[in-house]
């Protein structure tokens, strides 16, 4: 399965458009729903890869400050991750800012995990 938002499933499809049968693309509450009907908490029948951007979170926010931001510009968190297990997982965070234009990264993994 991979989740996102509705750029980040178009961006996915568009790149693995071939061979890849396998693969359900959701969103979010999509795959919550299937998870409902479907339970598989081994992670025996499914894996779930993630990709999406949101806004920067209280946990982050501390940490950009050393990336102050111009006029017009904000702030971008972009989220990825895959659970293959209850402890077989990995995600990070990426910082971005949005000038309305153009995205530029400011710092990769500004937050990470592993389970």
Known sequence: MFTSTEP??????EILEEGYDT?????????????????DPDYRWHVQTWSYFTSVDAVTIE????????DGESYWLHREGTMCGKL???????LWKWNGTEPVLLEECINQWIS
Do not use: C, M, Q
């Open 8 to 13: 980040g499933l178009v961006a996915a499809r």
């Open 23 to 39: 693969i359900s693309f959701l969103y979010p509450e999509e795959f919550t729903e299937w998870l409902a009907v479907n339970p």
């Open 63 to 70: 940490k950009t400050k050393k990336y102050p931001l111009g």
């Open 88 to 94: 077989f997982g990995r995600g990070g965070d990426h």
